[in-house]
């Protein structure tokens, strides 16, 4: 394999008032470049901590990657092709784990060491790394291009961050979190969360060719460097896979520095020669192209009509099911009878339900006047069932109460439990459910179904309760995997009696085990937020 060093025509003289231009295309065999001791030394141990930093480092990524079911694929089955990040450390405590970058530091420290082995062993035979530098270029901008645009595709089609529930919108913006103002804030404007998630897809897209290698670098820079601060500013957790992208994006826009410095600030003119491979052996460029086209195909079409599909049908922070439709809206508690004893309205009361809500999809929100414990989140991770997807519970205090129900709407009953469990809450940045957090369980949950079989039978199957295109194998599997999950909730079973909905009646068993009766009159609240015809969701 052969080196071409490449550049364009340009003007470099002026003689007589005019410009001579001169082509500036040469041989490698011409040019005998040697890297400085200190040059190679860094390249070494930049070569060995960027591989790093590209490589999946989990076995649960591999596992992933085999067993996707490429004939009904789920967003998340590429999403997570897409998104890693080194692997290497796991600290318990914050501080050890230095907010995150603990890995960064133990990849840089192996990428160290072997760049001084590496000089050891090579003791200043290599004149130059000019070619392996432009295949560590390819590593790093492929890395950065697919995950950048399975990261922007989540903007693209707002769901990321949703745009807020009624029960959100009913809570006082002194019972948000910073985090949760923040994502609201752009969850509100969604066109505006389309505009980055093109920037950053466009980002990736650029990446994926050398010739538009620094444009890509420079928007991904300018992206990612914006929603890292953001998110060290508001808490909003996903600030070291942010600034990976920062990383990846700083390590390609060095190459280009001195050009730029040399034609932007001292104004001179300047002849950008590019390094490439010639590869000359058939196999080889038909390799290349395979790759890279399947790479394109697959990232950047494929992942488009699944996240679309995901976005239409399944959003994966908001609850996919249908709520019952005559139950939706915004409630006035007008009367409140615990154990048959009724109890009027104060703002002060602990017990007596304030107001309630049912959402477009299967929550009931209701306010108490007494704390509730914080949910630190940010309602991401990949949960499939309808319950751990919590981004209407996440940072919301003000004694609001979430639950999810399953409705036997032949006998008109409702079947809840509370969206909020309290081994839950590890991380920050971590999503409701996962293996790993389902495993820190408290309580020792339902030995069984706690939902009748006579009124399971009148319960629609959660899996295929959404449109049939949206049907994947990892909704399948996932769905199945979480009914596994036995962490104590708390559940009430109520019946509903309404006829436009208008006015509900509720009574039951509440958490408590307690009897109640609650009378809702539907209100309606013109909010001075408009609302969006760029939701996620078909409800």
Not at 202 to 212: D, E, H, I, S, V
């Amino acid at each position: 394999m052969s080196v071409e060093i490449q550049s364009n025509d340009i003007n470099i003289s002026e003689v007589s008032g005019r410009y001579q231009t001169a082509s500036a295309t040469i041989s490698a065999q011409t040019v005998k470049k040697v890297w400085k001791p200190y040059q190679k030394v860094l390249f070494r141990i930049a070569f060995v901590f960027f591989v790093l930093m590209s490589i999946p480092m989990t076995s649960e990524w591999y596992k992933n990657l085999i067993g996707i079911n490429w004939f009904h694929l789920h967003y998340r089955d590429l999403y997570d092709i897409a998104r890693f990040q080194p692997s290497l450390v796991r600290f318990q405590t914050p501080a050890y784990n230095l907010m995150g970058y603990a890995d960064w530091l133990a990849v840089l420290a192996i990428g160290i060491v072997g760049g001084l082995i590496w000089t050891a062993i090579d003791r200043g035979k290599t004149k130059n790394y000019e070619t392996l530098y432009y295949w560590l270029r390819v590593i790093v901008r492929y890395r950065a291009g697919i995950g950048i645009i399975g990261f922007g595709f989540t903007k693209l089609f707002p769901v990321q961050l949703p745009y807020p529930s009624l029960g959100i919108l009913n809570t006082n913006f002194g019972d948000l979190t910073a985090q949760k103002i923040y994502w609201l804030s752009i969850g509100i404007v969604p066109w505006y969360q389309v505009f980055a998630g093109v920037v950053e897809v466009l980002a990736g897209a650029l990446l994926f060719f050398r010739k538009t290698t620094l444009l890509g670098a420079i928007l991904l820079f300018g992206a990612l460097g914006d929603i890292t601060f953001v998110n060290f500013s508001y808490d909003g957790g996903v600030h070291v896979y942010a600034s990976y992208f920062v990383l990846f994006a700083t390590f390609l826009i060095i190459y280009d520095v001195p050009k730029l410095y040399n034609l932007l600030i001292l104004e001179r003119d300047t002849i950008p020669t590019n390094f490439y491979p010639v590869i000359s052996q058939k196999w080889l460029k038909y390799t290349r192209v395979v790759l890279k086209v399947a790479t394109i195909w697959i990232f950047l079409v494929v992942l488009f009509y699944i996240q679309y599909i995901n976005f239409r049908y399944d959003p994966y922070k908001q609850p996919a099911t249908t709520g019952v439709k005559e139950l939706r809206g915004n409630y006035e508690v007008s009367t409140f009878k615990i154990n048959n004893q009724e109890i009027s309205y104060s703002p002060l009361d602990s017990v007596r339900w304030s107001e309630a809500t049912f959402e477009n999809w299967s929550t009931l929100t209701f306010k108490v006047n007494r704390p509730v414990p914080l949910d630190l989140s940010n309602g991401g991770g990949s949960p499939m069932r309808d319950i751990n997807r919590t981004f209407e519970l996440t940072g919301v205090a003000g004694g609001q109460r979430v639950f999810y129900y399953e409705a036997d709407t032949v006998n008109h009953v409702l079947y809840l439990q509370d969206k909020y469990v309290a081994s839950n809450r590890g991380k920050k940045g971590k999503g409701k459910w996962d293996k790993a957090s389902a495993k820190g369980k408290k309580g020792k949950g339902d030995k069984k179904d706690w939902i009748p079989k006579e009124a399971r039978v009148n319960i629609r199957d959660e899996n295929t309760a959404i449109d049939k295109i949206a049907l994947s194998n990892r909704r399948t599997l996932g769905i199945a995997e979480e009914l596994k999950d036995k962490r104590k909730r708390n559940h009430m079973i109520l019946s509903y009696t309404t006829t436009d909905g208008s006015h509900v009646i509720l009574k039951g068993i509440n958490e408590c085990k307690d009897s109640i009766y609650v009378v809702l009159d539907k209100v309606n609240r013109p909010y001075a937020l408009k609302d969006s015809k760029l939701q996620a969701g078909k409800y």
